[in-house]
């Protein structure tokens, strides 16, 4: 990566980034690193792969945890029609496919069982989190003495 460069520019003829080949070879380190300092966590490849694709297909459940912390969508499916839950389960990676599934089963009932809090499942990549608490007001926080 050169100084200066854009996280999000291609760094190879692929179109991965330089967060895309640290998720594939198991670097949590840095893959973390690259996320705070802005990287798409959605971005696709030419194969249509994503971050979590990466690192479901080389088995990093520690990468998985940290895209799944940084708000990853685990419904995107690359160019083949899998998802990165169903890669890692063909790729051999039965842990980080039950880790997956199950992330993606407590994020749909939290969903359901939560109406207010679905305007909170949109992608987030590139803007500030919302606040996704009921006693904000013009998209303030509360302060716990009352004022805003």
């Not at 692929?14 to 966590?41: I, K, M, R, S, Y």
């Not at 969903?111 to 305007?119: A, D, I, L, R």
């Amino acid at each position: 990566m050169e100084c200066g460069e854009a996280v999000n520019s291609p760094g190879d003829a692929l179109g991965q980034t330089p967060a895309h080949l640290a998720a594939h070879g198991g670097q949590a380190f840095f893959l973390l690193w690259q996320l705070q300092t802005g990287v798409d966590v959605n971005q696709q490849d030419l194969f249509g792969e994503t971050l979590i694709h990466k690192a479901a297909r080389c088995g990093s459940l520690e990468c998985l945890s940290v895209l799944v912390a940084h708000e990853a969508r685990l419904d995107v499916c690359n160019k083949d029609g899998l998802t990165a839950e169903a890669l890692a389960f063909a790729s051999g990676f039965v842990e980080c496919a039950k880790y997956l599934a199950t992330v993606k089963h407590t994020q749909d009932t939290f969903y359901k069982t939560c109406p207010s809090m679905q305007h909170c499942k949109e992608p987030t990549a590139g803007t500030k989190r919302r606040q996704c608490d009921r006693s904000a007001a013009y998209g303030k926080r509360r302060r716990s003495d009352g004022f805003l």
